[in-house]
């Protein structure tokens, strides 16, 4: 079984910032692409950033230039960088990583338990 624990939400003023961690553990071979994602109220879960295992990126164009997603392989942890924030960008944020388990090296999705990220003065 795989675990994703997440951390580093809060509630912080308009403009200031704040970083996510994502660490997996439990039993399994690699970690491939790892994401944020975030969900408002009243609202569907959108894609935040994701990272390949080479360290490649791609953001939502509502976040460019303000975050930034990076990864420790060695620490099987993801993180997520979020600079200016803005009131909009309230929601809670889950991490996903996709991870080879068993003896077959199956790849699956698993999420984590998702962190409240706030934005008001």
């Known amino acids: 079984q795989v675990q994703l624990v997440e951390s580093g939400g809060g509630l912080v003023q308009p403009g200031g910032s704040l970083r996510l961690s994502c660490a997996a553990s439990?039993?399994?071979?690699?970690?491939?692409?790892m994401g944020w994602y975030r969900q408002a109220p009243g609202k569907q879960r959108e894609l935040v950033a994701r990272i390949t295992r080479d360290g490649s990126t791609n953001y939502a164009d509502s976040v460019k230039g303000r975050f930034t997603i990076s990864r420790d392989n060695a620490k099987n942890t993801m993180y997520l960088q979020m600079n200016s924030l803005k009131p909009e960008d309230t929601a809670v944020y889950y991490c996903?990583?996709?991870?080879?388990?068993?003896?077959?090296?199956?790849?699956?999705?698993?999420w984590g338990q998702g962190t409240q990220v706030t934005v008001s003065s």
């Open positions: 996903n990583q996709d991870v080879s388990v068993g003896p077959d090296s199956t790849i699956r999705t698993y």
């Open positions: 439990g039993r399994f071979s690699s970690i491939y692409d």
